[in-house]
């Protein structure tokens, strides 16, 4: 990992793991990834909580294929984000 807070919390994982996906960590220290992780994560910010609440009664199975599809076309998606710093907020 090249941020030394984000190597401690994946410390768990398999490093091939730690580059293949993104990953949510939670306040007890667990993690939480793919479509599954997306849902925990609208749900934890206030302006998309009802959007969470509504992507949490679909399967995780399918969830995680819908990441799988998105995360397929990484590439071509990726050229729709501005290139530069992420802003960086802490809790």
């Given at each position: 990992?090249?941020?030394?807070?984000a190597a401690t919390l994946?410390?768990?994982?398999p490093e091939d793991e730690g580059f293949a996906s993104w990953h949510l960590a939670r306040g007890d220290g667990?993690?939480?990834?793919?479509?599954?992780?997306?849902?925990?994560?609208?749900?934890?910010?206030?302006?998309?909580?009802?959007?969470?609440?509504?992507?949490?009664?679909?399967?995780?199975?399918?969830?995680?294929a819908a990441y799988g599809l998105v995360a397929r076309y990484r590439g071509p998606l990726g050229r729709l984000v501005p290139d530069g710093p992420?802003?960086?907020?802490f809790p």
């Amino acid at each position: 990992m090249h941020d030394e807070e984000a190597a401690t919390l994946l410390e768990p994982l398999p490093e091939d793991e730690g580059f293949a996906s993104w990953h949510l960590a939670r306040g007890d220290g667990s993690l939480v990834g793919y479509g599954t992780g997306g849902v925990e994560l609208l749900r934890s910010m206030r302006l998309t909580r009802r959007a969470g609440r509504l992507f949490a009664v679909v399967p995780d199975r399918v969830l995680d294929a819908a990441y799988g599809l998105v995360a397929r076309y990484r590439g071509p998606l990726g050229r729709l984000v501005p290139d530069g710093p992420a802003p960086k907020r802490f809790p």
